[in-house]
């Protein structure tokens, strides 16, 4: 069975998009692939965090996507900072990797921009990267495009440590996901739902209070029309709640066109409030057992042992290679 990792940033929220987009993608994955996945905490320190917030943050992340169906059964889930010798292979892959290439990643180039007072981590955090999916041997790395060219930075990380110190490392690939429906905003139904919004009344957060998701819904964005068709251009915020059921049901938008025939926006969108609530809610009521409970901290500890004696073992052989040895 080939190797996936997946690392999640702890920053910003979850939402409904980030669930129908990315996380139902990944429990799909689960049952054909080795899995691997973690919170990767280390890189959210790229930018200013509030210790306290980051902390919450870490726990909540990995409790919402295990209670969205991550199985710990079939993934080996940890914490990236538990994992201590990942910082360790990070700075020899740096020591192999020049500066030209890692000053020109797009997302250096782009976020490096934004903030003149940027870290040194923020140049450096590719490599970071590859230091995440270089020591577990990964076959595949499923990442949107935007990522793509870090995985890239990582084979090439790889392959030049290869043929200096022999084959120490598994070249890995790039899974680009084929990513779900995008769900769009609620209120702006032209544009993605995005956690990073600064409008929440078109975000469904699976945070969300169950009340204020059904508000969102019922005041959701749509047109002058009485009829529930689906036609994106002229119609995106009818389409878009036709999406949700689509992709929460598993029904065809057909199906969906015709269940609602004759009906008004009114009774539609209590529908797809009662949908939404009702998957959500499953969700959250999964969340809440686990998010404070030693079930959680047993399934990061037997992950972060299995991952620390993979890092380990590559950092010996590693060391060995370079010379860092007593
Ligand atoms: P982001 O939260 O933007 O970092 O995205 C994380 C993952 O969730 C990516 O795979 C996105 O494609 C997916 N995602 C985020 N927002 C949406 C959305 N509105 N609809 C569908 N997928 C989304």
């Given at each position: 069975m080939k190797r996936i990792l997946t690392?999640?940033?702890?920053?910003?929220?979850?939402?409904?998009?980030?669930?129908?987009?990315?996380?139902?993608?990944?429990?799909?994955?689960?049952?054909?692939?080795?899995?691997?996945?973690?919170v990767a905490d280390l890189h959210a320190l790229t930018v200013?965090?509030?210790?306290i917030e980051l902390k919450k943050r870490i726990r909540a992340f990995i409790a919402m996507y295990i209670a969205c169906g991550i199985d710990p059964k079939k993934n080996t889930i940890y914490i990236q900072s538990d994992i201590e010798y990942i910082p360790s292979i990070s700075?020899?892959?740096?020591?192999?990797?020049y500066y030209g290439e890692a000053s020109r990643m797009i997302q250096f180039k782009e976020k490096s921009k934004e903030n003149a007072n940027f870290s040194v981590g923020l140049l450096t955090y590719p490599?970071?990267?590859?230091?995440?999916?270089?020591?577990?041997?990964t076959d595949l790395v499923p990442v949107g495009i935007d990522q793509k060219q870090h995985v890239e930075l990582?084979?090439?990380?790889?392959?030049?440590?290869?043929?200096?110190?022999?084959?120490?490392f598994k070249v890995p690939e790039p899974l680009i996901t084929k990513s779900g429906t995008k769900i769009k905003d609620l209120k702006d139904p032209t544009k993605k739902m995005s956690k990073s919004d600064e409008n929440p009344a078109g975000v469904i957060s699976l945070f969300d209070d169950i009340k204020i998701i059904r508000k969102k819904i019922m005041s959701a964005t749509t047109d002058s029309e009485m009829n529930i068709?689906?036609?994106?251009?002229?119609?995106p915020g009818?389409?878009?709640?036709?999406?949700?059921?689509?992709?929460?049901?598993?029904?065809?938008?057909?199906?969906?066109?015709?269940?609602?025939?004759?009906?008004n926006y009114g009774e539609f969108k209590s529908y797809v409030a009662d949908l939404v609530v009702e998957v959500i809610g499953n969700i959250q009521e999964k969340y809440n057992k686990l998010v404070n409970s030693k079930e959680l901290d047993s399934i990061l500890d037997e992950g972060a042992k299995k991952a620390s004696a993979l890092a380990y073992k590559k950092y010996q052989t590693m060391r060995e290679k370079v010379g860092v040895v007593r």
């Open positions: 690392g999640l940033k702890p920053t910003g929220d979850l939402t409904l998009g980030n669930y129908i987009g990315a996380i139902k993608q990944m429990t799909k994955m689960q049952d054909e692939y080795e899995s691997y996945i973690f200013p965090q509030n210790p700075w020899i892959l740096e020591c192999s990797t490599v970071l990267m590859a230091a995440d999916i270089l020591y577990a041997d990582a084979r090439d990380i790889a392959i030049r440590f290869n043929k200096k110190y022999g084959e120490i068709i689906y036609d994106e251009e002229k119609k009818i389409s878009n709640l036709i999406n949700i059921v689509v992709s929460l049901t598993g029904k065809s938008i057909n199906e969906v066109e015709t269940m609602f025939k004759g009906k």
